[in-house]
């Protein structure tokens, strides 16, 4: 084996050795902040308004930086303002909880 063959092996035993994130977020409490959200995105995330994006099933990590990016005014256009006031007020605990939350419910309403 030569230098390469044993760092592609050090790198593959390192990326073993890195354990999974495990989400310590609060599917109950993102659903108890969730009330002021089903306004525009609805009761179960399925919203009414079809310019206003369905939130359930989504991806968790998606929200999570989505919301992060209102938060920090790094997200423009659409709804960006209403979204930016609302994330204002937002944790990151209250982020990563609203995103389980979304991301739990069924993509079609349960049908």
Known sequence: MNLKHYAVAGIFALGAAV??????????????????????????????????????????????????????KQRSGGQAAIMQGQAAALSDADIANLAAYYASLPADGGK
Do not use: F, R
Request: hydrophobic share 45%; glycine share 8%.
């Open 19 to 72: 354990p999974a994130v495990v989400s310590a977020a609060d599917a109950e409490a993102g659903k108890a902040k969730a009330a002021v959200c089903a306004a525009c995105h609805g009761q179960n995330g399925l919203a009414q308004i079809p310019t206003y994006p369905n939130l359930a099933g989504q991806n968790e990590q998606y929200l999570v930086s989505a919301l992060k990016a209102y938060k920090n």
